[in-house]
């Protein structure tokens, strides 16, 4: 089964620096997704990023990147420039490309960021 | 507007009452999900459903019940509440199918509903 370690339970950074938020995980499949879903306050979950395990390019969304590595099983989100709004919960999550399986999401269990002024 | 929507947002529930949270979506996604989330432990999935009329188990099915007569409406039913569902419920949606915007290819999730079993 598919697993997911996010082994930073909190995080702070201050404001307009750069911080990188580390997940793991384990499987035996070739063909999948990651993503890093962002969950403030209020509750909602937004979705950050996403990665194609067959792209061997890093994605990247304005100031938030991703360094995938498929050999070592890491795909970290790296936060530059931090903002007051990005305070919130990160998730890494997991779900298989295509078949059995690509219907779940397998989550981490989270880091709190706090972004200090 | 576009996404899943979820009812209630919050709800207290007396130890053995039953309840259904709502959960339905427009646009088309053939895979529905309900997850749970617990300080600590991240999101758990509860029950899944690969479209109408198929629904199976996720990691944490006890005490929930699940059907899906249309693809838009997956609705989650607890049968005798208990305090250990005292919890965040999310329902999500999604697609296998290529191509379209970014979030295809990742859940939509729902706003969420709290739940409190006392």
């Known amino acids: ?19 990188t938020l580390s997940c793991t995980y384990d499987t035996s499949e070739s063909d999948y997704y990651l993503f890093w879903y962002k969950q403030p306050p209020s509750r909602q979950m937004i979705l950050v990023i996403r990665q194609e395990a067959y792209k061997q390019q890093n994605a990247t969304e304005n100031r ?11 795909f970290s989100l790296k936060i530059s420039d931090s903002q007051l709004g990005d ?28 972004v200090n002024p | 507007n576009a996404g899943v929507t979820q009812t209630p947002k919050f709800q207290v529930l007396k130890t053995g009452q ?8 427009d646009m088309n996604h053939e ?16 029950h899944y459903s690969v479209g109408a009329g198929i629904t199976d188990q996720g990691e944490v099915p006890n005490g929930y019940n699940v059907s899906r ?8 039913r607890l049968l005798s509440a208990a305090p250990s569902q ?33």
Do not use: H
Not at chain 1, 64 to 73: D, E, G, I, L, M
Not at chain 1, 90 to 111: D, H, N
Not at chain 2, 33 to 44: A, E, K, T, V
């Open chain 2, 18 to 25: 039953s309840m259904t949270l709502q959960c339905a979506q």
């Open chain 2, 69 to 76: 007569s249309t693809t838009e409406d997956f609705p989650l």
């Open chain 1, 1 to 19: 089964a598919q697993t997911v370690t996010q082994s930073q339970p909190e995080m702070s950074v201050q404001e307009a620096e750069t911080v």
């Open chain 2, 86 to 118: 005292t919890s965040v419920y999310f329902c999500a949606s999604t697609t296998s199918r290529t191509g379209g915007p970014k979030p295809y290819y990742g859940y939509t999730f729902g706003s969420g509903t709290r739940l409190t079993v006392v």
């Open chain 1, 87 to 114: 305070a919130a919960m990160y998730f890494c999550a997991y779900r298989v490309g295509r078949g059995g399986g690509s219907e779940k999401l397998v989550f981490g269990k989270g880091t709190k960021l706090t």
């Open chain 2, 31 to 46: 895979y529905m999900s309900w997850y749970r989330q617990d300080p600590g432990m991240g999101l758990r999935l509860i």
């Open chain 1, 64 to 74: 938030f990147s991703v360094n995938f590595q498929k050999a070592a099983k890491s």
